[in-house]
Structure formats: structure tokens, C-alpha cells
């Protein structure tokens, strides 16, 4: 099939597929006579494992990895476990900080009603004043 074909089937972008191809996580496509792409169901299966688990938020390099677990059968899934594991104490690691981002983000919100010129809103001040968020909270 066309890489239109595969992208509509499975709602990956034509862009993000030859991404995939360009790093590797997608084996190269046989060419047709005129050049063009053809993908089979080996593609279609591998780019639905691919973005399952971007979904997923798992970072390339772990993709990748994963996918390397996959093609060899007789490995024992310890590597995959252990990137699994490592990818959950990332997400927790980011929750932990968008609850604190949350909880700032309210705070600011609270001081302010409306209705005041731009120049005197205490929202505006508080994203002035970088000290106050920057010593207790760090978002990056």
C-alpha cells in the first residue's frame, strides 16, 4: 500500500512516518517500478506498536529499544521491564511537577478578579516577579 494508504489506516501523519523511517524505528519500504513507497502488513503491525507507544509517552530512544526486544524472540523481557519501570518513575517525576505547577498556577489566579487596568493586574506582577515561583517551585 501507499504511504497515504498506511497513514490513513493507521492514523500516524505521512511526515511522521518517514520520520520513523529516518530514525530507524520503521524498516525502509520496498519501491515500486515508479518509485513510490510500498508498505505491507509487517509495516502496518510495526507502526501501530510504534504509536501505541508514543501514546504512551515512551521517548524514541525506548521505542527503539523495545522494538529490538521484539524482534528477538528468545530474549528474556528483563530490558523491557526495567525501560518500563524507568519510563513510569519519569511520568510520576512529571505529575509531582504539574501538581505543583497547578497548585502555583492557582495561587496566581486567586489574586486577580478583573477589571483592573493591565498595568496594576497582580497577575502580571506575579509572572514579573520571577524570584517568588523560582525559589520555591522548579517546573522544568
Do not use: W
Not at 521505542?63 to 526495567?82: Q, T, V, Y
Not at 487596568?117 to 506582577?125: K, L, V
Amino acid at each position: 500500500m501507499p504511504i497515504g494508504s498506511l497513514s490513513e489506516r493507521t492514523g500516524v501523519k505521512v511526515e511522521t512516518i518517514r520520520y520513523y523511517e529516518q530514525v530507524g524505528l520503521l524498516p525502509p519500504p520496498e519501491r515500486s517500478d515508479g518509485n513510490q513507497r510500498r508498505y505491507g502488513r509487517a509495516h502496518v503491525e510495526r507502526l501501530a506498536f510504534i504509536k501505541h507507544a508514543r501514546d504512551l509517552g515512551f521517548p524514541v530512544d525506548g521505542i527503539r529499544a523495545l522494538l529490538r526486544l521484539s524482534d528477538s524472540p528468545g530474549m528474556a523481557c528483563d530490558e523491557a521491564h526495567a525501560i518500563s519501570v524507568a519510563h513510569l518513575e519519569d511520568v510520576r517525576h512529571k505529575i509531582v511537577r504539574l501538581r505543583s505547577l497547578e497548585k502555583e498556577l492557582e495561587r496566581i489566579a486567586a489574586t486577580c478578579s478583573g477589571g483592573v487596568a493591565a498595568c496594576d493586574c497582580a497577575i502580571i506582577e506575579a509572572l514579573a516577579d520571577h524570584s517568588k515561583s523560582e525559589k520555591h517551585h522548579n517546573y522544568k
